[in-house]
């Protein structure tokens, strides 16, 4: 039985409020930064590092403390945790917008720097309590599809108001005041505001949700967190999940960035031509998308995954020829295509291997699992925004230049398409080694069904009020 679409979209919307907020601080602040502020590319780069390095650093701590935490009667678990963080999210925000450009480099630096881990520390434990929470609330293979598709089109709806604003600011020099800018930038901040309010408020927390494998129950002991890691690092599928998401779409994380760097420095196009852009591959993508899942669904997420390499290096190779903003159009139809095909497979395989791992212990790890890939992720934290300010800086970037010299603009498309091209090449080799086909998908996808509550726990009817408890 499919899941009800008012529930559908409710478990849809928390990621999305993140999403949004992860576009205006890793893509947005990165060109404001550069072009409105004066921070040195070499700074900026250095910035997502060490941001990125204590992003890693905090993680694990955040993710186990976060398994091990008690529900609290009338209170709740993950949903409490996203209720409490949101204002330090909201607050992150709104202050990188206000960062004189009459400091110094330095100074420019220290500050973003602080706002930045302000914002890190909230958003971590916001993002791994609803990750956490929607897993529960949506217990099977077909459940965790059908949402994803939802956030997708939530994400990309939220997120557009983020990336036209950016386009109309930061592409075309259209916009020069920098009070007008900030004012844009605090409506974002606010349209992102509303929609953590949709996510944190519409949807409740029962005890239900932790009845079975709530790693909040026992003692919290050297030993058991020994276990708890032991028997995470001893799954095969953990490590070919975790070596294709350091690598396939790893550069995506700036994907934003270099599209405005793109648009702006090679083609030369217009604010407006690089939203349509912008919007109108999305539209195309996430009018596909449901088809994608119920190709998802009826192939099975491994083998999807190789499927969408197809589309998405397509894309990207087409990149080096593009020259006008309409080619650019076409090649990210293709390339987020890949993209989102290549993220819905892959929820529902982090789920099922969370699923296989509560089955073969009887406690449920999100949080410890997401915590072991940060750290394993520490050596490359960063480093996407490290390479393509590299990249940049190399070719002869000039921040003060109305139009940048042929090596810059070559750089600009190496960054954007090739290093892109070699990293999905090389997460294609761990699929090789994941062992969930079609059939054990299915199979764990019944096992986390019937160990969950019935349908709607989560969701209080329509008109009804949502207490977390009884």
């Known amino acids: ?41 070499r700074y900026v780069g250095w910035v997502y590092f060490a941001f990125n390095v204590w992003n890693v650093l905090n993680d694990p701590v955040f993710g186990v403390l976060l398994d091990k935490m008690r529900y609290r009667p ?26 004189p450009a009459s400091w110094s480099q330095s100074a420019i630096f220290t500050v973003f720097l602080l706002e930045l881990f302000l914002f890190d520390v909230a958003a971590t434990l916001y993002l791994i309590s609803a990750t956490s929470y929607v897993y529960l609330a949506a217990p099977t293979r077909e459940d965790r599809i059908d ?27 259209a916009i020069t005041e920098r009070i007008t800018l900030n004012i844009m930038l605090m409506g974002v901040v606010l349209a992102n505001g509303a929609v953590y309010a949709v996510a944190a408020f519409a949807l409740r927390d029962p005890p239900e949700l932790y009845e079975l494998g709530d790693g909040g129950e026992g003692a919290v002991t050297a030993r058991r967190l020994w276990q708890d890691l032991r028997s995470v690092v001893r799954m095969r599928a953990f490590w070919a999940l975790f070596l294709h998401g350091l690598t396939f779409l790893a550069p995506m994380g700036i994907y934003f960035t270099a599209f405005l760097y793109f648009m702006d420095d090679v083609i030369r196009s217009t604010g407006t031509q690089a939203t349509v852009t912008d919007i109108g591959s999305m539209v195309v993508v996430l009018l596909l998308l449901p088809l994608s899942a119920r190709l998802i669904k009826r192939l099975g997420s491994r083998t999807s995954l190789w499927l969408a390499a197809l589309p998405y290096l397509s894309g990207l190779a087409l990149l080096f020829w593009a020259s006008r903003w309409y080619h650019v159009l076409g090649c990210y139809v293709l390339i987020m295509s890949g993209r989102y095909m290549v993220s819905t497979a892959t929820t529902a395989l982090d789920a099922a291997l969370i699923d296989d791992n509560e089955r073969a212990t009887g406690i449920r790890k999100a949080g410890a699992i997401a915590s072991l890939r940060a750290l394993l992720s520490a050596p490359v934290a960063g480093v996407q925004m490290v390479i393509f300010m590299a990249i940049l800086t190399a070719g002869g970037y000039d921040t003060a230049a109305a139009v940048q010299s042929e090596s810059a603009r070559e750089a600009i498309r190496l960054a954007t398409a090739g290093v892109p091209i070699l990293f999905a090449l090389v997460g294609l080799v761990p699929l090789l080694l994941l062992p969930y086909d079609r059939r054990a998908e299915a199979e764990l996808s019944r096992w986390s069904r019937d160990r969950r509550p019935q349908e709607g726990t989560a969701v209080g009817a329509p008109g009804q009020s949502a207490p977390d408890s009884p």
Not at 18 to 29: D, E, F, K, Q, T
Not at 161 to 173: C, K, N, P, S, W
Request: net charge positive.
């Open 1 to 41: 039985m499919a899941m009800p679409l008012r529930r559908r979209l409710l478990l849809a919307t928390p990621l999305p409020a993140a999403w949004m907020s992860s576009v205006v601080i890793h893509n947005v602040y990165v060109k404001f930064y550069t072009d409105i502020v004066g921070l040195d590319t």
């Open 74 to 99: 009338g209170r709740g678990k993950f949903l409490l945790v996203m209720r409490v963080t949101i204002p330090f999210l909201l607050l992150g925000l709104a202050l990188m917008a206000w960062t």
């Open 147 to 173: 949402v994803e598709v939802a956030r997708a089109w939530i994400g990309n709806l939220v997120s557009a108001v983020a990336t036209v604003v950016a386009t109309q600011m930061l592409v075309g020099g």
